[in-house]
């Protein structure tokens, strides 16, 4: 019994790759094997969960060599469905084991399947030495792993999986150490794709949030040069808006000091001498005297003990320490006034983007509570220091409120479009560098199939593109798809090279 059920399970082990299953559709293959290196169809069925053929159906099909993690060899593919029957027309250039990848929607409701196709030689094609009859003048150095590994043979032999060793040609050899030569049908299958190095304005769209704060340069504080007491407040409450020489409070002078001052003022105007007058005059309106109460003590010839006490600048009353009764001394503070009709927003931008952030760019500021309209900002500052936990400096942008609709602490999102002072840079697209974290290496497409690497020296970045210090010149023409393929090959055959091409 238990030999049985072993059996039982091995079978459903077999079986799975010509399968896949998904919640609304079932994808059977008429066959799990193909031949290699031919334009051939590959038939489908699809059947429901009670088996009868899916009729409506709308799927998109990729083919790659998935099952052996090497996803990036794709083949293409093209697809006809009729009825409950699929047929993928392809090309497996490769011997080995594909991926034939479905995914859509079967009546509406979204699916997906995986089937497995094994790719063999036709028997004629392999019983000759692979590409030796049809290049017999070409010279054969070795042959190397078909999978990439660093096994080479100096004979014609098969890897595990009955795929044949390539062979690696004399002429394929080049002197540039590291650039490798490719054929044209192999350039095409790893979907090679150049473009031009060439000069640009490199724009960057910079994001990040930020929140509102108090302009500094508005800030006003009313701060007490006398003692006394608080006969009577004005205003009674934070948040009032005053304007300059507004009355705030009425005060009770108690300092002996100042009323001496008082007197020393009448007593000048009484003996006529208008220049110790003046200066004294000058002293205390430095106490915060106001000249009606100057023309006041003229007048009556007494020092006053009751003064008004003005708003020094403009704004909203951000702090009010007073309090009506209250004693006070020399340096209380009573008032703290801001100017809210301009703000900043103080926004974390990016180590990386600081380069691109220069003072008087445009920004656009949109505010979380109306996401729909945007208002237009001024850099005026990138602040000096650095996060050293978040990697992030404060850039320091304002906004006019004269509506007065922002408020303290409010959370902004910050666009900021930059162009590197305007002048054009040596560029490349960010897909033509291949970084593996010690080096940054582009490879430039020459005449006959030669790839050759450079290293580069990088500079700044953009969404898309990336600045060349050194390394490359206007108009050659760097692999922009397909370059992790040439990269491997060259890296491959320059370890042969180390090892004297032979294990």
């Known amino acids: 019994m238990q030999r049985l059920t072993f059996a039982t399970l091995a079978l459903l082990l077999a079986l799975v790759p010509a399968y896949a299953q ?24 699809a059947t429901d969960t009670a088996g009868k053929p899916i009729t409506v159906m709308n799927l998109k099909v990729r083919v790659d060599m998935g099952p052996d993690a090497m996803a990036d060899m794709t083949a293409d593919a093209k697809v006809t469905q009729v009825g409950g029957q699929i047929t993928v027309e392809t090309n497996l250039y490769a011997p080995g084991r594909w991926a034939i990848i479905l995914s859509g929607s079967v009546n509406g409701k979204p699916v997906k399947g995986d089937l497995v196709v094994t790719a063999f030689k036709k028997s004629a094609e392999a019983a000759l030495p692979p590409p030796v009859a049809s290049a017999p003048n070409r010279k054969i150095l070795y042959y190397r792993n078909p999978m990439g590994l660093s096994d080479t043979s100096p004979v014609p032999k098969k890897d595990p999986m009955g795929m044949d060793y390539i ?6 050899q080049v002197a540039t150490p590291g650039a490798i030569r490719l054929a044209k049908d192999k350039v095409q299958r790893a ?14 769209e910079i994001r990040a949030s930020g929140t509102v704060a108090a302009d500094e340069t508005k800030q006003a504080v009313l701060s007490a040069r006398f003692t006394g ?9 934070t948040g009032d808006i005053v304007h300059a020489g507004q009355p705030l409070m009425q005060v009770w002078v108690e300092s002996p000091e100042l009323l001496i001052k008082s007197a020393d003022y009448i007593g000048a105007l009484q003996s006529g001498s208008q220049d110790h007058a003046a200066a004294a005059a000058a002293l205390l309106r430095q106490y915060g005297v106001s000249q009606t109460a100057l023309v006041a003590m003229a007048k009556s010839g007494v020092p006053t003990r009751s003064l008004t006490i003005v708003a020094p600048a403009s704004g909203t009353v951000m702090e009010k320490a007073a309090v009506q009764g209250m004693h006070f001394a020399t340096g209380d503070t009573l008032f703290k006034t801001t100017d809210l009709s301009r703000v900043w ?15 008087g760019l445009r920004a656009s500021v949109i505010f979380r509570d109306n996401p729909s309209q945007s208002f237009d900002g001024t850099v005026l500052m990138i602040y000096p220091q650095l996060d050293q936990v978040t990697r992030t400096a404060k850039v320091r942008i304002a906004v006019s409120n004269r509506t007065g609709q922002f408020r303290i602490g409010q959370y902004a999102d910050v666009r900021i479009v930059s162009g590197r002072e305007n002048a054009p840079i040596l560029c490349v697209p960010t897909s033509a560098i291949v970084d593996d974290g010690s080096r940054q290496v582009a490879f430039v497409a020459k005449p006959g199939g030669v790839f050759e690497p450079r290293k580069l020296k990088l500079g700044i970045r953009s969404t898309d593109y990336v600045e060349v210090i050194s390394g490359l010149r206007e108009g050659e023409l760097v692999v922009t798809s397909g370059n992790f393929l040439i990269d491997a090959e060259s890296n491959l055959q320059s370890a042969l090279k180390k ?4 294990s």
């Open 191 to 204: 979907g090679v794709r150049t473009t031009a190095v060439s000069k640009m304005v490199l724009a960057k």
């Open 22 to 45: 998904s919640v609304t559709a079932t994808f059977k293959l008429a066959n799990t094997r193909a031949v290699s290196g031919i334009t051939q169809k590959i038939h489908i069925s």
């Open 345 to 359: 927003i103080l926004a974390d931008v990016s180590e990386r983007d600081l380069p691109f952030v220069k003072r």
């Open 499 to 502: 090892f004297g091409g032979r």
């Open 229 to 237: 007491f608080v006969e009577k407040l004005y205003i009674s409450q």
């Open 167 to 172: 062979p690696v040609f004399a002429d394929e």
